[in-house]
C-alpha cells in the first residue's frame, strides 16, 4: 500500500454515476488515489424503477468485477424481447400486418433490466474499504473555487460551512449540478430544459399482474405500445429475476421542447390520472395500469422508495461545449441528462466513469498534468454521450409520431402496402437503426483510444 495517493479525487453525488466511479477508481487505481464521495442525502437511495443496461455498458461492468454480482439480479440478456404495437383499438388493440407482434430491437442488443436499487446494491457492496476512501453523508455542495494559496487544488464548500479540498472535483450531482452551474458561471445557457415530456413510472408485482390477466405479454418481454396520432407511448418490461414488471408512459407535448417546465419535476401521480392519460388504449395497456393498482396498494415493494406511481417531467441539459475545467470535471447527467427513449442516461454515466478511472489509471497522471487528462475525457466523451442524447431525443420523437424517420436522417423501408403495419414497420426500423451504436462500437475501443490520446500527449513524461 502506497504511504501517501498521487491523486485526492472528490466525488460530489452518489448516484449511480459516483458508485461507478469510486468502484472503477479503486478496481484500476488501487491506493495510488484516494477518493471522498460526497452525497447531499443523509444515505445512498434509489428509486422504485427499473434500468436497462446496454452491453456495451456490461462490458465496463465485467471489467470492474461487478457482472457476477448484477447477473444474480438480472433480467434477460439475449432473450430479451419487446413488441412495438398499435394501440387504439379499446376493445383488442391491433397487431401488425401479418397477425403477428413485431418483436424488435431488445432482442438483438441483448439488454439487461435491473431493479435500480438492487443495481445500486450491488454497487455499494464493491465500494473500497479504508483508508484511502470515505463517503461523507449530508453533504451539499454549494460552490467550489481554486483553493487560494497556488497549491493547484480545488476548495469545496458545503451548504453546512464546512470546506473539503481535493485535486480533482468530479461533478456527479445530477441534472440539477452545482459543479456544473459554478463551472457555467451561473450561465442560463448550461441549465436544464424540458424535453416536453413526462413520464409516469411504476413498478408492479408478476403476481398482481397476473391476477388481472395471466396472459400478459409483459410477464415475459417488454412491450410498447404506441399509435398516431397519439403522442404518447408506453413501456413495460420485467425486471429484478421477473418479480416486478417496469412501466414508464410518457406524455408529450410536441411544442413543449426546450421550455421550461411549470411545475415539480417529479411528483405522485393517481392510477386515475394515469388512466385518463390513456383512456381509448388496448385491454393490455388499461391491464398494466389496473395492476398497478392493486400492487400499489398491497405494498408490497421493500425494495422501493416510492410506493406509489410518480409523474417525471423529462429534462436534459443542452449540449454543453466542454465538461471539463482545469481541475474539474462533469460526469453523468449532470453532464448530458437525456431523454430515456434509449435507456442510456446511466449508462452514458458508467461508461464516463470507466474512461476517467481509466485514464486516471496512469502511473504518470499526476495534479500537475491533470488538465491535459481532462481534455483527453472530453474529446473521447462528450462526442459519444451528446450522439447517444441526440439518438435518444428522435428515438422518443418518432415513438411518439412527432417526427419521422426520414425528418430524423433515418433511411428506413417503404411502405409495404398496410399504413396500420407500415406505420409500425418504419418506427420499428428506425428504432434499430438508431440504436446501432450500441452494436457497432465498443467501449474498449474508446478507452484504447483515450489511453492512446495520454501516450501522445504524456509520451515519457516523468511525473
Ligand atoms: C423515465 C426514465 C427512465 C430511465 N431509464 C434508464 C435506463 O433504462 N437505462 C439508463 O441507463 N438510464 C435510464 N435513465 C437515466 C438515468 O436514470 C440517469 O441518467 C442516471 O440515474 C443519472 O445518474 P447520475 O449518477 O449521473 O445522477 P443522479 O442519479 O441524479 O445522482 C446525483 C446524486 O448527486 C446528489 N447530489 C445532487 N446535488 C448535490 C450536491 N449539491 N451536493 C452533493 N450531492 C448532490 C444526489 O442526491 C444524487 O445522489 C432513465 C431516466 C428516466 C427519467
Redo the contacts with the bound molecule.
Sequence with gaps: MADQPALRVAI???????LVLAVALRKLCGDRIRVDI????HA??EIG?????WPRVWATMEALDLAGDLSAVATGNDGQELQMRRSDNPTDGIESGSGSLMNVWLKMRGIRAFHRAEFQAVLIAHLPPGPFYATHFN???SSYAPTQDDSDTITLTFVDGTTAVCDLLVG???????VRSTLYRSSPTADPVWSGSV?Y?SLISQEALREVNPEHPSLTKGMMPSHRPALQHLVAFPISNHKFVNI?AFVTEAEGEGTKYEGEWMREASKQEVQEAYAGWEPLVMQLIEASSASWEANDRPLTSIDKASL?A?NTVPRLPTYVGERVVL????AH??N?HQ???????IEDSFILASLLADSRVTRRVLPKVLEIYDSVRRPVSQDVARRSRDQGRIFDCILSPSDAGVDVPETTGNSLADDLVRRSAAAQQLLLWAKDTTIMDDRDKALRALDAALGTTSP
Design positions: 460530489v453525488g452518489g448516484g449511480i454515476g459516483g460526497y452525497e447531499a442525502a445512498f437511495s424503477a427499473g434500468i436497462g443496461v453533504k451539499r455542495l456527479c450531482d445530477g441534472i440539477k449540478s452545482v413520464a413510472r414508464v417525471w423529462i460526469l453523468g447527467d449532470a441528462a437525456m430515456p435507456g442510456s442516461g446511466a449508462g452514458q454515466a
